[in-house]
């Protein structure tokens, strides 16, 4: 039977927010948040932490995951990618082809425990790999320009019409960087977590903390109400 097997990669380098991964919100860190979601979740099996540091490493494993130890230095630069990881942590963990990675990123904490199971589920319903998005409000990508060689302004999606209004356009949406779930087998095919058809799992609301005004709004809507 296949296992569900959470993991949680958190890398130290980061130099424009420097230890974004272990940042602070309403005293706990966003690598708590990830855990308390994944141990919130019925299907998760197992949680896991892939770091480079032995103090992030400590803090998620008294939270209540797991660890096979500190990431190799080449799997903690800044050109690491993150499937890379992935596939170490598939090798080192001895995971099976049908077995499932949900994978659950610090800097993305508004998500629970219920939006993961879900996410598995569809997962599991559909066969293909799954990640949560929310809706595109302002700006529409098809209003979005870019600046061509001749310094003339040009519609970032070909054929776009930036007058078009507003209620006319293609519902649009981002990556929140949540969840994503995906086999074994298909991360190991296709060194990736998507499939060909991957599923949507679309959320309300999110927010990823890649900077410290980041993580002040964030901070600025918890007083306001935000609750997950």
């Given at each position: 039977m296949a296992k569900v097997v959470g993991l949680i990669t958190a890398r130290s380098g980061s130099k424009g927010f420097p230890d974004k991964n272990i940042a602070l919100l309403n005293g706990i860190?966003?690598?708590?948040?990830?855990?308390?979601?994944?141990?919130?979740?019925?299907?998760?099996?197992?949680?896991?932490?892939?770091?480079?540091?032995?103090?992030?490493?400590?803090?998620?494993?008294?939270?209540?995951a797991k660890s096979f130890g500190l990431r190799p230095e080449h799997l903690a630069t800044d050109n690491a990618r993150s499937i890379e990881v992935i596939k170490d942590f598939i090798r080192i963990g001895g995971l099976k082809s049908e077995d499932i990675i949900v994978?659950?990123?610090?800097?993305?904490?508004?998500?629970?425990?219920?939006?993961?199971?879900?996410?598995?589920?569809?997962?599991?319903?559909?066969?293909?790999s799954v990640t949560s998005v929310a809706l595109v409000d302002e700006p529409n990508p098809y209003k979005l320009k870019l600046i061509d060689e001749k310094n003339a302004l040009k519609s970032l999606?070909?054929?776009?019409?930036?007058?078009?209004?507003?209620?006319?356009l293609p519902k649009a949406y981002q990556l929140t960087g949540g969840i994503y779930v995906s086999s074994v087998s298909n991360i190991l095919e296709k060194a990736s977590l998507f499939s060909d058809n991957t599923v949507p799992l679309i959320v309300e609301d999110f927010c990823n903390v890649d900077s410290e005004l980041d993580l002040e709004f964030l901070k600025f809507r918890c007083e306001r109400g935000l609750t997950w």
């Amino acid at each position: 039977m296949a296992k569900v097997v959470g993991l949680i990669t958190a890398r130290s380098g980061s130099k424009g927010f420097p230890d974004k991964n272990i940042a602070l919100l309403n005293g706990i860190s966003l690598i708590e948040y990830a855990i308390i979601a994944g141990k919130d979740s019925s299907l998760l099996k197992e949680l896991y932490i892939s770091t480079d540091s032995a103090v992030y490493e400590k803090i998620a494993v008294h939270a209540g995951a797991k660890s096979f130890g500190l990431r190799p230095e080449h799997l903690a630069t800044d050109n690491a990618r993150s499937i890379e990881v992935i596939k170490d942590f598939i090798r080192i963990g001895g995971l099976k082809s049908e077995d499932i990675i949900v994978l659950l990123q610090p800097t993305s904490p508004v998500r629970t425990g219920k939006q993961i199971d879900l996410s598995v589920e569809l997962h599991q319903m559909h066969g293909e790999s799954v990640t949560s998005v929310a809706l595109v409000d302002e700006p529409n990508p098809y209003k979005l320009k870019l600046i061509d060689e001749k310094n003339a302004l040009k519609s970032l999606i070909w054929g776009a019409d930036s007058e078009i209004p507003r209620q006319e356009l293609p519902k649009a949406y981002q990556l929140t960087g949540g969840i994503y779930v995906s086999s074994v087998s298909n991360i190991l095919e296709k060194a990736s977590l998507f499939s060909d058809n991957t599923v949507p799992l679309i959320v309300e609301d999110f927010c990823n903390v890649d900077s410290e005004l980041d993580l002040e709004f964030l901070k600025f809507r918890c007083e306001r109400g935000l609750t997950w």
